[in-house]
C-alpha cells in the first residue's frame, strides 16, 4: 500500500512540475532552447542572440533600457517601448512611449527616461522586430518594477 501512495505522490509532484514549468515558458511567450551539458535554459530566437530590457528607477525618473544583439546577417531591428503605470484596480495608465526606434546592423541600444511617480508599479513593454533579409522576427518582452 505505501508503494502505490508513493507512487501516486511522486506522479502528481511530476504533473504539477511540468504544468509550472509549461505556465512559465508560455506566460512570457518567450521561444526557449534546453542546453542539457550548460544545464540552462534560455530565450531561442531566430534572428537575435540576445535581448535585454531593463526598467530601474532613480530620483522620480524611470530609466527604460532595451539592448538587442542580432545575429551575424541583420540589418535592422526596430522596436516600439511603452512605458504603464499599474493602478491600484488593476488597469494601466500609459506613462510615455517611443516609437519607431531604429537601428541599421546587427545590434539595437536605446535608453529613454520618464517622470514618475512614488507608490506604483511601472510596467515597460517592448515590441521588437528583427529584420534578416526577408525574414523578420517579432520579439515581445515586458518588465515590471515598484518604485
Do not use: H
Not at 504533473?15 to 505556465?23: R, V
Request: proline letters at 3%.
Amino acid at each position: 500500500m505505501k508503494y502505490k501512495t508513493r507512487k501516486a505522490l511522486v506522479i502528481i509532484a511530476l504533473a504539477i512540475g511540468t504544468l509550472m514549468t509549461s505556465a512559465f515558458t508560455f506566460e512570457n511567450n518567450i521561444p526557449i532552447e534546453v542546453k542539457p551539458a550548460l544545464n540552462q535554459i534560455v530565450p531561442y530566437w531566430e534572428n537575435a542572440d540576445d535581448v535585454k530590457l531593463n526598467l530601474s528607477f532613480s530620483s522620480g525618473v524611470a530609466n527604460c533600457t532595451l539592448n538587442v544583439l542580432g545575429k551575424q546577417n541583420v540589418s535592422k531591428i526596430t522596436a516600439d517601448m511603452r512605458l504603464y503605470r499599474i493602478n491600484s484596480n488593476g488597469s494601466y495608465s500609459s506613462v510615455a512611449s517611443w516609437r519607431s526606434i531604429t537601428a541599421y546592423g546587427s545590434s539595437l541600444n536605446a535608453t529613454r527616461l520618464s517622470g514618475i511617480t512614488p507608490g506604483y508599479t511601472y510596467r515597460l513593454e517592448a515590441d521588437i522586430k528583427v529584420y534578416n533579409g526577408s525574414n523578420v522576427e517579432d520579439i515581445s518582452l515586458y518588465k515590471e518594477g515598484y518604485y
